[in-house]
């Protein structure tokens, strides 16, 4: 089938995209509309003594100045993390508090302390200019060591020390025991670079207030326009959930950063109220980088040892995870469950044991940024990987090859139990494409232009389809991660299917409807996807963790399942066969064995009219799901990276780059491809120019594209992507989700071929020049 | 942006009378600098004077070796330009580089030359050509005007009107891009002229654009490649930030200026 699953076909939303037709918050202008500016902290840590808003109050297209104490004084409440997570000596994390506009400490650069509401939006941050706060400054720690150092300067007064806790997962002592018995020990420091998101379309909220209805209106830029309700109502009693209506209309990607309700929306959603004025607050660059939440900053210590054949016996790993000045929405999850469950790879690992310090820093909230742990874990584990075939003289692949997981369902000493997988079969599809044999031949002839060539591969496995409800409320969540959907089958059998998911960049209007098509033969056009209103769509849990089409999907499928039997049942009915001789293809509901068929519009039609349905059968043509995941899927995939570097500058430069993923049950190739397209960008990026850096008075660095590196076509090679599918067998559809892989697999594959490249295996990342033209000049002095 | 009043003159004249009438009056060129930095709050000027309507601020002549480039000229048209390519490749293929497209068809000459960004290219190219500024009242040689970073001879309210220089037997630019913004993070020019071997450096500086009397020295008595071998480039002096300490740039120095020197 043309447009079914597995068909090529072009997005639908696109047309709109490409056209300059695409609807984002920052479009829509409200009736009566102000506009809010912020004023922001330029200490990283201060105390705040005096606020005097009297200049700005009496400038022109002033409507209110607003400040913390009247915020919390009206009842708005502090922004929490949604995932508990205890410590290992049992205690709970410690979370510090967080209200959208700072009453008494600030506590990094960005952090809200006023909001100017004005007509318009010069004038809103002409008068915010003239707002004067008097801080004293505090001595702040902007880094991980800094914050855990003696004498550190405390961030918050509930987490002694900065900690936010001290968490572990699997066994300490027998993991211990098997590395101290190990015939090689590999040990490494490893950091994981701090990001920004980026996101094209920075964040935006415009919101309304109805007097005469006591109701909300919020759009915004969000990936989960029903949790962003739920939390604005439930915990910052902004308005309660039937009074508050949340749209995320066109969002120009998320990347994590638009799960998280920040203090822009809470601010401008009581203003609106507080005025009577619908307000709109758009991020400007600066405000993105100093705002919106990063992602990564680990540094963690890992230690992996084998036997003298070369199987890995044991893996201990201490992280030390930076959560920046305030816990944000799902931040504790991601160094933990989403990060430490993952650090058996691809591997048979017996014994696996790792704890994670969580620490307050005066920078900018993180969490969740694309793959969201799974790339931290990734990264450790197939670093040492790499490093241990070279420490023991072994083939990198053939290691990875030995110690391989060939037998599924697999139980990981961390939690996780991996359904389906054929990890050899990706490792060998990619070492073909990238002609792993011919390699030395390659760096030969680099050699003779003055150039070193590496090779570095990765075996990447990450969860999705994120998650089991039950499972992750034992682990601490908050909420439950299923999804749902409605389908509505109109009279003329057109049909919508409203679903939880959002779609921010991901192509849900043409995958979701081929999912549809591929189910009764209805052309793609008859199908609508509606997503992001919380007034037009069922309670949903939004996209994030690559969920979409694992479990948003699924959601779908099951609601399809219903409409299909209701449908057989008013077929057989017309038809006057019994229900087991109706089939539906082609847009038809055929009686088998007879010419006897309906067309799809006619069932609509009979629902609808309910002239002659079966007796007791309720009229209307509409379904609708839950689907709660019995598993996570998990993707893996194996990169193979090749890289030329010129030794006198430490430019890098990729020369092939092979992709073997297995994500199950593809729906849309095009779709899949340009999902690893960008996911691999973004893991180039980390690997080769991207960093969040903060000096130490915790002043940001990086926060223009001045000087924060975003990788540009020309860093970027032209990618093999490759399939080699199998089937996840704990989903209807057989999907595994592909959003992140890119950007968890890539990293390590980037770095491995480049400290192949140069003989040092000290090399951190962003791999910029001047750090890769230092670590060849380590190694050349090592060498002498 | 803070409000201003915009202007928009016809004649080199009428800029200069309409900038000293000015409560805090800046000249407009290509806006690539200026607007951005006004977007930003960090300039406010009263007053902005477009000078991107002025015929005679505008043009490359070339006359034998003599070349002479209007302000106003974008760095697309000095990339492009035939004659100029003729007598002088090495400053076309640095316009080349300058940016993106976007920026190369509103960029000027004039007000890169003006801004004398630590990491711009041309003023490595200006004062390794040994040109001359021309502006609204006097001629500046290059090695007088660029004074330190975003700083330049220039008075108040003076106007650059063009640069001439006399185009080099050879001369050739070899820049290392800084990854993030694309300026230059070491950016090297060497021209052999008349007046012999001249090399400026520009990105890799502590203080903005600076000629390197050794590499001259060493390429006066051999003008390739391998004469700055023996040359040591120290790293007092030179830029440490995010993207590469002074070591780092002391190294490509020498490695971009080879690589000017082997294109030259
Ligand atoms: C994305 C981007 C990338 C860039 N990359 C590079 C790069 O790789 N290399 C590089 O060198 N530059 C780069 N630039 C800067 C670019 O070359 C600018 O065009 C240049 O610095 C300023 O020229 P302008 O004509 O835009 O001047 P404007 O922005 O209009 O003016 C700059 C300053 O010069 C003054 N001025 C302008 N003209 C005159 C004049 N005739 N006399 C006296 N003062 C004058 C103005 O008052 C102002 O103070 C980049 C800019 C951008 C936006």
Known sequence: ?784 | MHNTTYHKASSAAEAASLLSGADDGALLAGGQTLIPTMKQRLAAPSDLVDISGVAELKGISVSGSSVTIGAMTTHAEVASSAELRAVCPGLADLAGHIGDPAVRHRGTLGGSVANNDPAADYPAAMLALGATIKTNTREIAADDFFQSMFTTALDEGEMIVSVSFEAPEKGAYAKFPNPASRYAMCGVFVAKGAGGVRVAVTGAGDDGVFRSADMEAALSSNFAADALDGVTVSPNGMLSDIHGDAAYRANLVKVMAKRATAAA
Request: net charge negative; glycine share 10%; hydrophobic share 40%.
């Open chain 1, 1 to 784: 089938m043309s447009e079914g699953i597995g068909a090529p076909v072009k997005r639908k939303e696109d047309k709109r995209f490409i056209t300059g037709a695409g609807r984002y918050t920052d479009d829509i202008k409200l009736e009566n509309q102000a506009y809010a500016a912020f004023v922001r902290s330029p200490h990283a840590h201060a105390n705040v003594k005096s606020i005097d808003k009297s200049a700005a109050e009496g400038m022109d297209g002033v409507l209110a100045v607003l400040d913390g104490k009247q915020l919390t004084g009206d009842g708005i409440g502090n922004i929490i993390c949604g995932w508990a997570i205890t410590s290992k000596d049992g205690s709970p994390m410690n979370m510090g508090a967080w209200s959208a506009l700072a009453t008494d400490k600030v506590r990094y650069v960005g952090d809200a302390v006023v909001a100017v509401i004005a007509e318009t939006k010069a004038q809103a941050k002409e008068a915010a200019e003239a707002v004067v706060v008097e801080y004293e400054e505090l001595p702040a720690a902007a880094h991980i060591d800094a914050a855990l150092a003696g004498g550190a300067p405390q961030i918050h007064d509930n987490a002694p020390g900065n900690v936010i806790y001290d968490w572990e997962i699997g066994e300490k002592d027998p993991t211990e025991a098997a590395i101290a018995g190990a015939a090689h020990v590999t040990e490494m420091d490893i950091t994981n670079n701090r990001l920004s998101p980026n996101a094209m379309e920075p964040r935006s909220a415009i919101t309304k207030y109805d007097a005469a209805e006591d109701h909300y209106t919020l759009y915004t830029t969000s990936q989960n326009p029903h949790v962003a309700r739920l939390v604005l109502s439930a915990f910052y009693a902004v308005a309660p959930e039937h009074k508050l209506r949340v749209i995320a209309p066109d969002v120009g990607g998320g990347f994590g950063s638009k799960i998280y309700i920040y203090p822009e929306e809470i601010v401008c959603l009581w203003a609106a109220m507080k005025t009577k004025r619908s307000i709109k607050w758009t991020a400007d660059r600066t405000e993105a980088f100093l705002t919106d939440a990063h992602g990564r900053d680990h540094v963690t210590t890992a230690k992996m040892g084998f036997d003298a054949s070369g199987n890995i016996v044991g893996f201990h790993v201490s992280t030390k995870a930076n959560f920046g000045a305030y816990m944000s929405l799902f931040s504790s999850a991601v160094p933990t469950y989403l990060y430490a469950t993952l650090l058996s790879g691809t591997y048979n690992i017996p014994n696996i044991y790792c704890e994670v310090l969580a620490c307050y820093t005066n920078t900018v909230p993180i969490d969740a940024y694309r793959g969201a742990g799974r790339p931290e874990a990734s990264y450790v584990v197939e670093r040492m990987m790499e490093t241990a075939a070279r420490e023991m003289g072994k083939d990198p692949a053939e290691l990875r090859r030995q110690n391989f997981i060939n037998e599924f369902p697999h139980q990981t000493p961390v939690i996780m139990n991996y359904d389906s997988g054929d990890f050899e079969g990706n490792m060998n599809q990619a070492m073909e494409a990238a002609d792993w044999a011919g390699f030395e031949a390659r760096k030969a002839e680099s050699a003779a232009h003055g150039k070193l060539r590496g090779i570095g591969m990765a075996c990447y496995i990450e969860a999705c389809g994120i998650a089991p409800s039950a499972a992750v409320g034992s682990l601490g969540a908050g909420v439950g991660l299923w999804e749902s959907a409605e389908v509505r089958v109109n009279p003329v059998g057109t049909i919508e299917i409203l679903t939880g998911s959002h779609s921010h960049g991901q192509g849900h209007e043409t995958t979701f409807a081929q999912v549809v098509a591929d189910r009764f033969g209805v052309p793609l056009d008859s199908v609508q996807i509606v997503h992001g209103d919380t007034d037009k769509v069922q309670f949903g849990m939004g996209t994030y963790g690559s969920r979409s089409g694992p479990v948003g999907m699924s959601a779908i499928v099951k609601a399809l399942d219903k409409v299909e039997a209701k449908v057989k049942k008013i077929g057989a009915h017309l038809l006057e066969v019994t229900e087991a001789d109706i089939t539906i293809e082609d847009g038809q509901v055929k009686a088998q064995g007879t010419n006897k068929a309906l067309g799809w519009h006619e069932i609509g039609l009979a629902a609808y009219t309910a002239h002659n349905l079966p007796p007791d059968m309720e009229p209307g043509l509409k379904e609708g799901a839950f689907y709660d995941p019995l598993n996570f899927t998990f993707p893996m995939g194996c990169f193979i990276c090749e890289v030329e570097v010129d030794p006198e500058t430490g430019k890098t430069e990729i020369l092939k780059f092979v992709a073997s993923d297995d994500f199950g049950v593809i729906i849309n190739p095009m779709i899949v491809e340009g999902q690893v397209h960008g996911g691999i960008a973004q893991g180039v990026g980390q690997a080769l120019l991207e960093e969040v850096v903060y000096d130490e008075s915790g002043q940001q660095l990086s926060a223009s594209y001045m000087d924060y590196t975003m990788p540009r076509a020309d860093d970027v090679p032209s990618y093999d992507v490759l399939h080699h599918n199998t089937k996840c067998t704990t989903n209807p559809l057989g999907i595994k989700g592909c959003g992140e892989a890119g950007a968890i697999g890539s990293p390590p594959a980037v770095i491995n071929a480049i400290t192949n490249a140069i003989g040092n295996n000290d090399l951190s990342m962003p791999a910029t020049p001047s750090k890769v033209w230092a670590a060849l000049g380590a190694a050349k002095i090592a060498a002498e």
